[in-house]
């Protein structure tokens, strides 16, 4: 059965948000084969046991009052644009989040969430290309170009620091931020 399409998360099974896995969904009681593994706020302890079909649907949100984004985190906690309520729950309450080292944030732009593309390392930044890395650069505030290089440098999908990238879904201008543990 094909994933249904998050617009705000085209790829939650590249990003790591889903897997592959025979757990049952707590939601709806059944072994989709997928498994979100994202962060989840909720009451109960929801780690590794909702499937991608009861987060689309709204149903997992409903069920356990659960969210999988920061409503706040949407525009970085006023850092960037804010969005309307309609958009912010798009994001908060039917598409999957992501794991980063501190409290994520989802970048904004034009008005509207941005697409999610994913954690970068140093080699995923340099194929997206300066546009990125100027965006990045800027939200780490680091001054002084060999500080910059350097970070730069370290960035890892894996480890940390790791930059998140982002693509507003308007003029695809590349954005994010990155953080470390
Ligand atoms: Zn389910
Ligand atoms: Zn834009």
């Known amino acids: 059965m094909d994933l249904p399409i998050f617009q705000y998360h085209p790829d939650p099974i590249a990003t ?12 709806c009681g059944t072994t989709r084969g997928f498994v979100y593994t994202g962060p989840v706020y909720a009451e ?25 984004v920061d409503l706040d985190g949407i525009g970085g906690y006023g850092s960037w644009e804010s969005v309307s309520s309609d958009i912010a729950e798009e994001i908060a309450f039917r598409t999957p989040g992501f794991s980063g080292w501190q409290q994520e944030r989802w970048w904004t732009h034009c008005e509207d969430a941005a697409v999610f593309l994913g954690p970068v390392g140093a080699e995923e930044a340099k194929i997206l290309g300066e546009e990125f890395i100027g965006f990045i650069r800027q939200e780490s505030g680091l001054e002084g170009i ?15 620091p790791t930059a998140y990238a982002f693509k507003c879904k308007h003029f695809g201008k590349l954005g994010g931020y990155s953080d470390c543990h």
């Open 146 to 160: 060999s500080s910059w290089e350097d970070y730069l440098s370290i960035l890892s999908k894996t480890d940390g």
């Open 16 to 27: 790591g948000s889903i897997k592959n896995s025979d757990a049952v969904c707590e939601c």
């Open 44 to 68: 109960e302890e929801l780690h590794e046991c909702i499937c991608p079909w009861c987060i689309f649907d709204g149903s997992a949100h409903k069920k356990f009052d659960a969210t999988f």
